[in-house]
């Protein structure tokens, strides 16, 4: 069975610009979440989907979103990249949204230049 | 809010020696606990989990136990190797209107020294 996939695995992008991220879950898993991990640090929350609603959000502003889409994928966007964004970005799915077994994908390396 | 504090690294350790990763934690509800590791190169990976006041999470040699009345959740194992070598991150996932929110410590890096 696949894991959780994510893509692009790298992305470049200048400050201003939007992105769009995206993560590919385990079959039959329903809550997808999303983190920031900036470099030396521990992932931080953003977001928590369950059955295509959002179901928790961390402190991030309101450049972050994202949606969860009918077959359970999920996509988080970012507008108005800052030098800042520049982080790893997980994604985990889990079968319910307890997260009590969540499954990391690799994440995504977004530079921001 | 919730938090996670754990014990700041880098920890080296030779072979075989004993390994101890403190982790604390402070929630408003009844969170569940875990430790994840990262290897070199590679994603997260859930290593053990307790989700509820002294049950014991085990996995590959490496034990947690829940400890409700002093808010720990300190990662041991009696006899570490080499390739036990990555960073360890002490989390708690809690209710958040609706959902869950997983909470993060900033990381322990192991190094094991042959």
């Known amino acids: 069975d696949a894991g959780v996939t994510q893509s692009p695995t790298h992305l470049i992008k200048t400050r201003g610009q939007h992105v769009t991220l995206r993560c590919s879950p385990i079959s039959g898993h329903k809550s997808v979440s999303w983190y920031q991990q900036v470099l030396g640090q521990g992932p931080q929350f953003i977001f928590q989907?369950?059955?295509?609603?959002?179901?928790g959000r961390g402190n991030f502003p309101d450049r972050f979103s994202a949606r969860q889409f009918p077959n359970y994928s999920s996509e988080l966007n970012v507008n108005a990249l800052l030098l800042g964004d520049s982080a790893l970005y997980l994604c985990?799915?889990?079968?319910?949204?307890?997260?009590?077994?969540?499954?990391f994908g690799q994440g995504t390396r977004l530079t921001v230049v | 809010g919730d938090s996670v504090t754990q014990m700041e690294g880098p920890v080296t350790l030779s072979e075989e020696a004993f390994l101890t990763i403190n982790c604390t934690y402070t929630?408003?509800?009844?969170?569940?606990l875990f430790w994840y590791v990262q290897y070199p190169g590679e994603g997260l990976q859930l290593l053990l989990k307790a989700t509820k006041a002294d049950d014991k999470g085990s996995n590959k040699g490496f034990e947690a136990t829940y400890r409700k009345e002093t808010t720990s959740f300190h990662l041991e194992k009696g006899s570490v190797q080499v390739s036990d070598s990555a960073v360890y991150f002490c989390?708690?996932?809690?209710?958040?209107?609706?959902?869950?929110?997983?909470?993060f410590g900033a990381g322990t890096r192991l190094f094991v020294k042959a």
């Open positions: 985990a799915s889990s079968l319910d949204r307890s997260n009590t077994e969540a499954f």
């Open positions: 929630a408003t509800g009844y969170p569940s």
């Open positions: 989907y369950y059955e295509k609603e959002e179901r």
């Open positions: 989390a708690l996932s809690d209710r958040n209107t609706g959902g869950f929110k997983t909470i």
